[in-house]
């Protein structure tokens, strides 16, 4: 059974620009939830999403934006990119809906530098 | 607000010694769910463990063991006889019943097993 996938796994752009992210689920799995892992911030919480809706949002700014698909991929997108937002993004996927004891499994997530 | 604390930043030991990584959590939530992730050089995070705060049954799963506290709010991993494909960042996290799937992780251990 294949894992999460997460394209493309590395990435550079330059600030001001906008990129979007791609991720495959388990198959089976109708959650999926994005991350930001920074050397700073650690890992954080991006958003959540479950059936083609948003469930669960972190502390980001707008730029900020994801959807789902209905078949469950997910993409997400970040614009106006900021040096800041340099970070390995991380996909996670899950069988259920928005409940704390889902066990979410993670791709090898997509390195965006910004330059 | 929930909060995961892993004071040990980088601990290096010799294969075959036992280490201990020390995980310390805060919730106001009477239900909540406890993980251990695994995250090698190559990125993805691994999925190890889940406790939940109702079920303090300790367990050992061949060499990984963990204790779970509610009393200290803690949850400590342990391997016995590391070994070198041990060596990895190893991130313990909490979701809480009133905050769905959304994972709040510690700032992670980096473990380095030496031959």
């Known amino acids: 059974k294949a894992g999460v996938t997460q394209t493309p796994r590395y990435l550079i752009k330059t600030r001001g620009q906008q990129v979007t992210l791609s991720c495959s689920p388990i198959s089976g799995h109708r959650s999926v939830s994005w991350y930001q892992q920074t050397p700073g911030q650690g890992l954080q919480f991006l958003f959540e999403?479950?059936?083609?809706?948003?469930?669960n949002k972190g502390n980001f700014p707008g730029r900020f934006s994801g959807r789902q698909f209905s078949n469950s991929r997910s993409e997400m997108n970040v614009s106006t990119l900021e040096l800041g937002d340099s970070a390995l993004y991380l996909c996670a996927s899950s069988f259920g809906g928005s409940v704390a004891k889902n066990i979410q499994y993670f791709g090898a997530g997509t390195r965006l530098s910004v330059l | 607000a929930q909060k995961v604390t892993q004071a040990q930043t980088e601990i290096s030991v010799v294969e075959k010694e036992d280490v201990t990584l020390d995980c310390v959590y805060e919730?106001?939530?009477?239900?909540?769910?406890l993980f251990w992730y695994k995250q090698p050089p190559s990125g993805e995070l691994v999925f190890l463990i889940r406790r939940n705060s109702f079920d303090e049954q300790n367990e050992i799963s061949g060499r990984y063991s963990w204790n779970f506290q509610k009393s200290t709010s803690s949850f400590n991993f342990t391997i016995t006889a590391s070994q070198v494909v041990d060596s990895a960042v190893y991130f313990c996290?909490?979701?809480?019943?009133?905050?769905?799937?959304?994972?709040?992780f510690g700032e992670g251990t980096q473990l380095t097993v030496n031959p």
């Open positions: 996290a909490l979701s809480e019943e009133t905050s769905g799937s959304r994972l709040t």
């Open positions: 999403y479950f059936s083609e809706t948003q469930r």
């Open positions: 919730t106001r939530d009477t239900t909540y769910y």
